[in-house]
Nanobody, 124 residues
Framework: QVQLVESGGGLVQAGGSLRLSCAAS????????MGWFRQAPGKEREFVAA????????YYADSVKFRFTISRDNAKNTVYLQMNSLKPEDTAVYYC?????????????????WGQGTQVTVSS
């Protein structure tokens, strides 16, 4: 049974930082590209960042480029999202997801498994 468990969300002031983690089990982790998505109230779930199975390739949404960094530790079956210079508009539930294709894809319909999400709230 595949499980993705996010952690690290919370309340932070604008300009602050948070580091999200997503621990995976039940799948050959290094064979999966991993992505982070987010969903704000009343909005569609949107792509944030993705990383290839090897960790050698990354891709970011324009809205988070140069502020967020995605990384992975295949020995720990964990993917991370370091979020710096947070803005109130980053407030959302953040989800990690696994894509069986090792290359990066940004459409959420490509992702096979999803975590339950972790809330990030940025106050102004």
């Amino acid at each position: 049974q595949v499980q993705l468990v996010e952690s690290g969300g919370g309340l932070v002031q604008a300009g602050g930082s948070l580091r999200l983690s997503c621990a995976a089990s039940g799948l050959p982790f290094s064979s999966y590209a991993m992505g982070w998505f987010r969903q704000a109230p009343g909005k569609e779930r949107e792509f944030v960042a993705a990383i290839s199975g090897s960790g050698g390739l990354t891709y970011y949404a324009d809205s988070v480029k140069f502020r967020f960094t995605i990384s992975r530790d295949n020995a720990k079956n964990t993917v991370y999202l370091q979020m710096n210079s947070l803005k109130p508009e980053d407030t959302a539930v953040y989800y990690c997801a696994a894509d069986a294709a090792q290359r990066i894809r940004i459409g959420r319909h490509f992702y096979d498994y999803w975590g339950q999400g972790t809330q990030v709230t940025v106050s102004s």
